[in-house]
């Protein structure tokens, strides 16, 4: 990749960890006009500060270990309060719903689907007026509440009692982060999320690329029920496949898309876990 063609970069860090913000830009097609550059920013940098510090000892992995004998990865995370993550600093997601909705959205609702222990939503939540949060972990949930995040505990759109998505509420903004690629059906979710919000409803979705998809249940992973059309193996033909497969037949319009590292915070095997995310917000049209 070079020259006039690549839009961001590569950030040195003290991870020694390379963190992808780059693309080739006139492999996006009719996203390319859309791509905003990102780089490495202030929280980012004091998070993987804290992930250094804090680098879960040997202890630490044997616990884990042996929970996962009886427990996914995500509900030992929970457990044990390991693995932080990051993926959108403060400044990176303003910038983003303000390219979608230049007149901001600091009146807005937010509904946080699937938002894990809420490192994320914590972070969009100065941005809006309020925020509200599902997640299908109970141990995930129990730390979102604690967190001062209202949490719904279930898998959305299967009409449990409760759904936020069938309840008839409103959301300005619906966040899907690093969720599709986890859920066994990713295609149906997207359209309970898409019919969820009103017109001009914002969604903000992110997910790592390529696509490699894996459910839990239990300590076991299985393949989706649904698997999206997406197959390409490069970053910029993975995020126009899911945009042209997924995402426009649900009647979204393009509003503003990044590439951003996910973080998880290390072990005594790595300083950190990186995923390769393709960021988007779209909004629905009329």
């Avoid at 006139?26 to 250094?52: M, V």
């Avoid at 309840?167 to 066994?184: K, Q, T």
């Avoid at 076991?220 to 193996?233: M, R």
């Amino acid at each position: 990749m070079g020259g006039s063609a690549e839009r961001g970069g590569v950030n040195e860090n003290r991870l020694g960890v390379e963190l992808r913000y780059a693309c080739e830009i006139e492999r996006l097609g009719e996203l390319a006009p859309l791509f905003i550059p990102s780089q490495l920013d202030a929280e980012g940098e004091a998070f993987l500060a804290r992930t250094l510090q804090r680098q879960h000892t040997r202890a630490a992995a044997w616990a884990h270990r042996t929970l996962t004998l009886l427990l996914s990865d995500f509900d030992a995370n929970a457990v044990l309060g390991m693995y932080p993550v990051f993926l959108l600093s403060t400044p990176q997601a303003l910038r983003l719903l303000t390219a979608a909705r230049p007149e901001g959205v600091s009146g807005a609702r937010l509904l946080d689907i699937g938002a894990g222990s809420g490192d994320v939503t914590t972070r969009l939540a100065p941005l809006v007026e309020a925020v509200e949060s599902t997640e299908a972990s109970r141990f995930m949930a129990r730390k979102l509440r604690r967190r001062g995040v209202s949490c719904w505990h279930g898998r959305v759109g299967e009409g449990a009692p409760g759904d936020p998505l069938a309840s008839g509420a409103s959301y300005d903004v619906i966040a899907l982060l690093n969720v599709i690629d986890r859920a066994s059906k990713p295609r149906s979710l997207l359209s309970h999320v898409v019919r969820a919000l009103p017109p001009g409803g914002l969604l903000l979705l992110a997910t790592p690329l390529p696509y490699e998809p894996f459910f839990y249940v239990g300590p076991t992973t299985l393949p989706p029920e649904e698997k999206l059309s997406v197959s390409a193996e490069s970053w910029e033909d993975a995020t126009l496949e899911l945009w042209q497969n997924e995402l426009a037949p649900l009647g979204l319009a393009p509003r503003a898309l990044t590439r951003l590292p996910y973080l998880s915070g290390g072990d005594v095997q790595h300083a950190a876990y990186v995923l390769d995310d393709a960021v988007f917000v779209c909004e629905k049209r009329s």
